[in-house]
């Protein structure tokens, strides 16, 4: 799923803050080839920094609160789009649903990893 084919499909269904949220999970976890991501709560805010110095950060901060990324998650999960699990220790996993792809012609759907078990890392 490209950038374009998610802003077609879903650009005037979701707030920009929702679709920001949506393109972040799906650029960690189809944009790698993943089902699963586990996603802290400081990743979405503060990005994931890049270990090389000055190389360009894995993904960039998301610039929102809290409350306001908290309230774009519950909606694209209330909506299905998005899947989350949690995992030991209080952290949480996010994935796309199929209902994300569901208009695209089976050709075009990501080709995403099965994971060797059903738990994410």
Do not use: H
Not at 18 to 32: A, E, K, P, S, Y
Not at 56 to 62: D, N, Q
């Amino acid at each position: 799923m490209t950038f374009q084919e998610v802003m077609r499909a879903y650009a005037f269904a979701f707030t920009p803050t929702q679709l920001v949220v949506l393109l972040f999970i799906m650029d960690r976890t189809v944009g790698w080839g993943k089902r699963w991501e586990k996603i802290t709560q400081r990743q979405f805010l503060n990005g994931i920094p890049s270990f090389e110095e000055d190389a360009v950060p894995y993904a960039g901060k998301l610039k929102m609160t809290l409350n306001t990324l908290k309230n774009a998650l519950r909606r694209l999960i209330t909506v299905g789009l998005v899947l989350e699990r949690k995992l030991e220790g209080g952290s949480t996993a996010y994935s796309l649903s199929e209902n994300c792809f569901s208009y695209l012609p089976d050709e075009k759907k990501p080709k995403i990893k099965k994971a060797k078990t059903s738990e994410p890392k």
